[in-house]
């Protein structure tokens, strides 16, 4: 029997994803499948629409066999370390044969060499980076310039009809890259796949007559009291609508605008600076925008704080660090180079308990299926992160504060 692996946010599933997993399935000829899953929080700065436990039933009811957390320190990142910590978790259940991911390209063909020459990390690419980052570009930008002229400069791509700065700049395509390097730093014998990205674009509006919807297009449809039905598979419609029913959802940034308003009001710069992705003197800035807001909202801060250097993304991951306590210190190159220290397990179907029997003797790390029974720094930021996450919810209760600690993973 063969395992394929998917990296994911869900956020929430529609029949996009739906599409993928079936595409994954079919061209990898696999038996059964893993999804590494983002938590609370998600790649792109943002909470989830609801729980990672309801994301986690979507994903069980959709067919998924197994469903493993993406630990936040890894999840809430740039693509080379969202990439680096899901691929090694991936790598280290010692089960998993091929991993599928959609992409622009479509195929493998235009990605891989790329991907071979980015994950050498070439002194001429670094240089070249740097000195793009100094003439003010944000480092996605930056980055995939700089990529796309290193790139022109080997043997190889001088002659090549690869447009390497293009290719970077659509989402998918460059995420898919960071699966590749990650694949390729860790020596892992996992076979990639990808599959075209199908329907509409990451930032596209809602089209009449497609039943396949952006997750963002979707989110800012629930803001919006719309219903998402036409977008969604129904069993994930119905855990959705079962969740914001409840007042668990639809969750966003703004929710955690007291809380973060309380962090940033007690804290010294000198305190700010040791937040992670708080550098080249954003504590100060920060500092000096708070007095100037007539009311603190967290779309007003970050219009406040955007500059052509600073991506949106980019500033609301730095906040979401600052109200979750991430420290540079734990979150250096040298310490997220190590990979995730465990395999969280957040659901499985009978397929599933499989999976695990043979996880308990092929894993490279511990399998974790009762959180307060493990100790690790990275487990004990997961834990605080659902915890922050749920007190956004309109009336939280003490089992959705502490649900890791009070539930099992979910089974279907």
Not at 136 to 144: H, I, L, R
Not at 235 to 253: D, F, H, T
Not at 326 to 337: F, I, N, R
């Amino acid at each position: 029997m063969t395992t394929v692996g998917i990296i994911a946010e869900y956020n929430p599933l529609h029949n996009g994803h739906v599409h993928h997993f079936q595409e994954a399935k079919r061209i990898s000829g696999a038996d059964r499948s893993i999804v590494i899953m983002s938590g609370p929080f998600t790649q792109r700065g943002e909470p989830g629409a609801v729980s990672k436990r309801a994301r986690t039933e979507m994903a069980l009811h959709m067919g998924a066999d197994l469903v493993i957390e993406l630990p936040v320190a890894y999840a809430v990142q740039p693509a080379e370390w969202f990439a680096f910590g899901a691929v090694f978790l991936l790598e280290a259940t010692g089960v998993v044969d091929s991993l599928c991911f959609g992409s622009e390209a479509g195929t493998l063909g235009a990605l891989l060499p790329l991907a071979g020459f980015l994950a050498e990390e070439s002194s001429a690419l670094k240089d070249e980076i740097r000195a793009r980052l100094a003439q003010g570009a944000g480092f996605p930008a930056a980055y995939s310039a700089a990529a796309a002229a290193a790139w022109r400069e080997t043997p190889g791509g001088s002659g090549s009809p690869l447009d390497a700065e293009a290719l970077l700049r659509q989402p998918n395509n460059s995420l898919g890259l960071h699966y590749l390097i990650a694949l390729q730093r860790l020596g892992s014998a996992i076979r990639p796949l990808t599959v075209p990205r199908t329907g509409a674009g990451f930032h596209d509006p809602l089209q009449g007559g497609s039943s396949i919807a952006s997750a963002t297009a979707i989110r800012r449809l629930l803001l919006e009291g719309g219903s998402p039905a036409a977008y969604m598979p129904e069993y994930s419609l119905s855990i959705l609508e079962r969740e914001l029913a409840a007042g668990r959802g639809p969750v966003k940034l703004e929710d955690f605008s007291i809380a973060l308003r309380h962090v940033l009001s007690t804290r010294s710069a000198a305190e700010l600076r040791m937040i992670q992705d708080m550098n080249e003197g954003l504590e100060n800035r920060l500092l000096r925008i708070l007095p100037r807001l007539d009311k603190f909202t967290v779309s007003g801060l970050l219009e406040e704080l955007k500059t052509k250097r600073y991506t949106h993304t980019r500033l609301q991951r730095l906040l979401l660090h600052t109200l979750l306590n991430h420290s540079q210190a734990e979150m250096t190159p040298s310490v997220l180079s190590r990979g995730p220290g465990y395999i969280r397990v957040l659901g499985f179907r009978e397929n599933g308990r499989e999976l695990l029997k043979q996880m308990k003797q092929r894993a490279t790390l511990p399998v974790v299926t009762s959180p307060a029974r493990f100790d690790h720094p990275m487990l004990e930021r997961d834990l605080q992160a659902a915890a922050v996450f749920a007190g956004a919810y309109s009336d939280p209760l003490r089992s959705d504060l502490y649900s890791d600690y009070l539930e099992p993973p979910v089974r279907i």
